[in-house]
Nanobody
Framework: QVQLLESGGGLVQAGGSLRLSCAASARTNSLYTMAWFRQTPGKEREFVASVSWNGGSVYYADSVKGRFTASRASAQNTLYLQMNSLKPEDTAVYYC????????????????????WGEGTRVTVSS
């Protein structure tokens, strides 16, 4: 069983930066795609960024391209999300996910079909 634990959320002013981390508990997760999603009340969970098992492929939602950088440290089974130039519309609960599908496939995968989720970390961007 893979367990994912996010950290790094908080309150930041617009234009500021935060770095999220997601630590995976099991070594087998090193072969999985890892990804970030986010959700606001009343809306569906949406894709933010994904990183392939070896870190070689990274994909972003259009809304965060050029501002967010996703990366992973496979030796530590850790996924990161560096968020710069934050906007109030980035306010959400950010979730870490892991799944055997590719980093490009997870972008369009049904939320219900993704194998593992963390509990989420809240990011609030004030204007």
């Amino acid at each position: 069983q893979v367990q994912l634990l996010e950290s790094g959320g908080g309150l930041v002013q617009a234009g500021g930066s935060l770095r999220l981390s997601c630590a995976a508990s099991a070594r087998t997760n090193s072969l999985y795609t890892m990804a970030w999603f986010r959700q606001t009340p009343g809306k569906e969970r949406e894709f933010v960024a994904s990183v392939s098992w070896n870190g070689g492929s990274v994909y972003y939602a259009d809304s965060v391209k050029g501002r967010f950088t996703a990366s992973r440290a496979s030796a530590q089974n850790t996924l990161y999300l560096q968020m710069n130039s934050l906007k109030p519309e980035d306010t959400a609960v950010y979730y870490c996910a892991a799944d055997p599908v590719s980093a490009t496939q997870i972008r369009s995968q049904s939320i219900r079909d993704i194998a593992y989720w963390g509990e989420g970390t809240r990011v609030t961007v004030s204007s």
